[in-house]
Nanobody, 126 residues
Framework: QVQLVQSGGGVVLAGGSHRLSCVVSGRPITDYAMGWFRQAPGKEREFVAG????????YYLDSVKGRFTVSRDIAKNMAYLQMNSLNPEDTAVYYCGAQGISSFYQPRHAPAYPYWGQGTQVTVSS
């Protein structure tokens, strides 16, 4: 059984940086494409960033391109979301997700991810 455990939430000043981590246990991270999503109060969960199981392709929400970077460390079985130039609109609960290798890979589609972390709050103060 795959489990995802997140860490790294907190309060950040606008313009600052922060990194979220997600450790995968039970299976090698190379068996999964990883995704990061977020949900702000009163809003639906939205895709933020994704990295394919090969690690060779990454995907981003337009509003975070150039500010956020998704990556993984195979040796540590961990995925990361590095967030720079944060603004108050980035305030949300952030979730990491994992979906298995598939010819129907859908990095931006939350229902395609059967495994989820517990979520961590990121608050950007102005």
């Amino acid at each position: 059984q795959v489990q995802l455990v997140q860490s790294g939430g907190g309060v950040v000043l606008a313009g600052g940086s922060h990194r979220l981590s997600c450790v995968v246990s039970g299976r090698p991270i190379t068996d999964y494409a990883m995704g990061w999503f977020r949900q702000a109060p009163g809003k639906e969960r939205e895709f933020v960033a994704g990295i394919a199981w090969t690690g060779g392709s990454t995907y981003y929400l337009d509003s975070v391109k150039g500010r956020f970077t998704v990556s993984r460390d195979i040796a540590k079985n961990m995925a990361y979301l590095q967030m720079n130039s944060l603004n108050p609109e980035d305030t949300a609960v952030y979730y990491c997700g994992a979906q298995g290798i598939s010819s129907f890979y859908q990095p931006r589609h939350a229902p395609a991810y059967p495994y989820w972390g517990q979520g961590t709050q990121v608050t950007v103060s102005s």
